[in-house]
């Protein structure tokens, strides 16, 4: 489905992706995974249309993705969240979630001034979505509360649930467990499954927990110094000696994990 | 007690209020309520959609002088020449949203700075003074709906009451809908906004033009209460007031708005007796309301809220 070939990008000196290409298929989990400054979240933000490549095509469905503004890359089925969390400090938790389903929000400014029946019906029927799936994850609790005071998980979790709310067909997830603890971890772990398996959305995530991402993922596409190294299923990763020697051998792994 | 019964006892309260009052407190009532509108149509913009702004005056006078001259010049009924002042005013707005697109908050303020000094200036050249009145500004007829003139200070008041009440209602409405999120998500993270699908050129459009119907609306009605408009009243310093409504009575918030007007108007006319201190007094009210209440009167409100279970039972939450 998402399909990324050649793709480069320089910031001035600096040739943060070089060539990159790889592929996610429909109803994959797949794993960005490399050292830090390899490039990982370069690749996110190209997705989302924040910087424009220097070389190279993005393609998702056969559409060339780099004719999108960034913010029409949802409304194909793109829906991202961010590694240092992308949520509304000064909203409510269930109005944050509200602006996960601000696409399917379509009453005009003046029907909205007025409060016409459509603008009304619309806020209450988006309103009832959310605190469903709050419901759904036994969260209703937590509907008004601000999201500036909620546990950093419980924050990621928010997040996660908001990109839900847009309907996503491929979700990109930055670093989803990143300061978790374990018992977070291993739920957010079950959670991405299911939201794969049950809901069959696609994920492309960038971790760098190695258990998380070798327990969770199909495959694994390897980033070091803007190039792809390897890629392949957990298993054959782990076994790569380029990858081994790049990223593994140095400790990072242990020392992260 | 739940919202609309608040809701009630408020109106009930604004209803009754002029009974017992001088005219002239009444008629500084009203000219609070123009204010009123100002500041809201200001904290939408800059509060919500964090798009400063300190030429808003420039609106005020634009709506003024429009609805004016849609009366005397085009022999437009007043309930029609008002409104559309509102409406002709929210497009000129469209005039800062080109900067906005380009600018950030300070570049943005310098730049509604400007316009306000043009706009100004503009006014009061003799090219079109047989029109505008030059200097000395023009008569503004009274508000008239039928063959019934709002003459009185009591009159004008209930007519200002009734406007400023629909257009509160109508802020709220922005202000709750999906419109006013996607302002302060724009505010907050552009980059998670623009991901989730916020266009941010339509919605900095969709705030200068609400906010610059507002203060047109505003401007007229003031127009409207004191009978005459001239271009001295446009300022810098008439922007940099509505400014300090909002930021006195707390940013991002429309009931501390309201507040910040209505104190801000009243404050000349208690300090009357201190004529020399009276600058000196302003400007430590402000240096004080920062200091001690950052998130101005309302915020501090809603903090004394959350630390005395008492207030929470009676006003209970979402009120």
């Not at chain 1, 005009?108 to 409060?115: D, I, N, P």
């Not at chain 1, 492309?204 to 969770?216: C, S």
């Not at chain 2, 009575?249 to 009276?278: C, D, M, N, R």
């Amino acid at each position: 489905m998402l399909s990324i070939e050649n793709l480069s990008m320089r910031f001035g000196g600096l040739q943060a992706l070089d060539r990159v290409s790889f592929e996610v298929q429909e109803s994959e989990i797949v794993g960005l995974i490399g050292p830090n400054g390899a490039g990982k979240t370069t690749v996110f933000n190209l997705i989302s249309r924040f910087y424009e490549p220097t070389g190279g095509r993005i393609s998702f469905y056969g559409e060339n993705l780099l004719r999108l503004r960034s913010y029409q890359v949802v409304e194909r089925g793109i829906v991202r969240t961010f590694q240092l969390l992308g949520l509304f400090p000064y909203m409510t938790v269930l109005e944050n979630l509200m602006i996960g389903e601000h696409r399917d929000f379509g009453g005009s400014l003046l029907s909205v001034v007025l409060g016409l029946p459509r603008a009304r019906r619309e806020e209450r029927d988006r309103r009832a979505q959310a605190l469903w799936l709050l419901r759904f994850l036994k969260m209703e609790a937590l509907a008004d509360a601000f999201v500036f005071a909620l546990p950093y998980g419980t924050q990621k979790l928010i997040e996660l649930m908001r990109a839900l709310l847009a309907r996503p067909r491929l979700l990109l997830l930055d670093e989803p467990v990143a300061g978790m603890t374990a018992a977070e971890k291993a739920a957010m772990r079950e959670f991405i499954r299911r939201i794969n398996h049950d809901w069959g959305i696609t994920v492309l995530l960038v971790e760098h927990d190695m258990n998380f991402v070798m327990g969770l993922c199909d495959r694994i596409v390897v980033l070091n110094y803007g190039r792809v190294i390897a890629q392949g299923r957990p298993e054959e990763i782990q076994q790569n000696s380029e990858v081994i020697e790049a990223y593994l051998g140095e400790g990072v792994s242990s020392a992260r994990a | 007690m739940p919202r609309q019964i608040w809701l009630a006892l408020i109106v009930l309260t604004l209803i009754v209020l002029p009974f017992g009052l001088k005219g002239y407190t009444i008629y500084i009532l009203s000219i609070a309520g123009a204010n009123i509108l100002a500041a809201v149509g200001l904290n939408l913009l800059m509060g919500y959609a964090g798009q400063v702004s300190i030429g808003q005056a420039a609106f005020l006078a634009i709506g003024g002088y429009t609805s004016a001259l849609l009366m005397t010049e085009l022999g437009l009924a007043f309930w029609l020449a008002f409104p559309l002042a509102g409406v002709l005013t929210s497009l000129t707005g469209l005039i800062l949203f080109i900067p906005a697109l380009r600018l950030s908050a300070i570049y943005l303020a310098i730049a509604t700075l400007g316009f306000g000094a043009a706009v100004q200036q503009l006014i009061p050249l003799p090219y079109w003074s047989a029109i505008l009145g030059g200097h000395q500004g023009i008569k503004v007829p009274r508000p008239q709906i039928g063959s019934f003139v709002f003459d009185t200070d009591l009159e004008l008041y209930y007519l200002t009451l009734v406007i400023v009440l629909v257009l509160l209602a109508l802020s709220w409405n922005v202000a709750r809908s999906y419109i006013g999120r996607a302002f302060i998500a724009l505010r907050d993270k552009p980059a998670a906004a623009e991901a989730l699908g916020i266009n941010p050129t339509r919605y900095k459009a969709y705030a200068f033009l609400v906010s610059a119907f507002l203060t047109g609306i505003a401007g007229a009605l003031q127009a409207h209460l004191v009978g005459h408009i001239s271009p001295g009243e446009f300022g810098l310093g008439k922007s940099i007031e509505i400014f300090a409504m909002v930021i006195l009575g707390g940013i991002g918030s429309l009931p501390g708005s309201v507040l910040g007007a209505v104190f801000l108007t009243f404050l000349p006319h208690w300090l009357e007796q201190a004529k020399l201190l009276y600058t000196f007094l302003y400007g430590a009210a402000l240096v004080l309301v920062i200091i001690f209440m950052p998130y101005g009167v309302w915020g501090f409100f809603l903090r004394l809220y959350y630390r005395f279970p008492a207030m929470q039972k009676l006003f209970p939450k979402g009120a």
